[in-house]
């Protein structure tokens, strides 16, 4: 059985993932940092249908943190087959009115989170000449998004990572890519009027919002798949920013 980890698994699109890879009879480890009562949710969510998940507690922009959950994984385990880097923030704001802190809070919960966890789990991939890792990115980090510059960079650097590692890891049998979703339906974009809605709605070809199961599809596909790396792969309805 494939040891999963995914990352910001307690709502939205990580939720989501955590759901289908259970269901598809992957042992996941959920991890979650503010949002205990959806994680343990989620957890009584799949045990009614007999499906045990482990939920584990880390603040993934901090070292130390991570070291524990990876270490928790590995005792338990022995392993780490997939890693999925789902955690993330948004920060909508004009550019000239970022903070320090607002910059580094993003970049640190977004892309040092990458960086961080993937380089603790990668030791044990190589050990075993296998892995996949899988990187939620965004179509802002493609195209860019006005008043989203923390955002789209971390993003951005995310693909950088993605395209980076697949090279380097290529010869340990380890994948790395990256899903760029356009609008998907999650709580993160709650902040949006209807009216911006049904905007992006009419610049989407297929005139409709993404749902997170559309993303948890491909994820499941790439888990499976065992020739394609360092790709960005784009679930955006045609939606172009």
């Known amino acids: 059985m494939k040891i999963i980890l995914v990352t910001g698994a307690s709502r939205g699109i990580g939720r989501s993932i955590a759901k289908t ?41 901090k070292r130390n943190e991570v070291k524990k959950m990876i270490n928790y994984i590995i005792n338990k385990y022995k392993k780490i087959d997939v890693l999925i880097n789902n955690a ?21 919960v ?4 990458v960086f961080c966890t993937t380089q603790e789990v990668v030791k044990n991939m ?10 939620i990115s965004s179509i802002y980090g493609t195209q860019g998004g006005a008043c989203s510059v923390a955002y789209s960079a971390s993003k951005a650097g995310i ?6 590692l697949a090279k ?8 790395v890519n990256s899903i760029a979703p356009g609008f998907i ?16 709605i009419n610049e989407t070809p297929l005139q409709k919002i993404g749902k997170p199961e559309e993303i948890a599809k491909c994820i499941n596909w790439l888990i499976e798949d065992s020739f394609t790396t360092g790709q960005i792969i784009s679930i955006n309805g045609g939606w172009n920013t």
């Open 185 to 200: 339906n999650t709580d993160m974009n709650n902040y949006l009027s209807k009216e911006e809605v049904n905007k992006i």
């Open 168 to 175: 380097e890891l290529g010869p340990s049998n380890i994948r």
């Open 21 to 61: 890879l259970a269901r598809n009879n992957y042992k996941v480890i959920a991890n979650y940092n503010k949002s205990f009562e959806q994680a343990l949710d989620l957890q009584n969510e799949l045990k009614k249908e007999k499906i045990n998940i482990d939920i584990f507690k880390a603040d993934v922009s």
């Open 159 to 164: 693909d950088g990572i993605t395209k980076s």
């Open 88 to 108: 993330g923030i948004d920060q909508e704001g004009i550019f000239q009115d970022i903070s320090d802190d607002e910059w580094h809070n993003v970049i640190d």
């Open 110 to 113: 977004n892309l040092y989170s």
């Open 126 to 135: 190589i050990s075993n000449k296998s892995g996949c890792i899988i990187n």
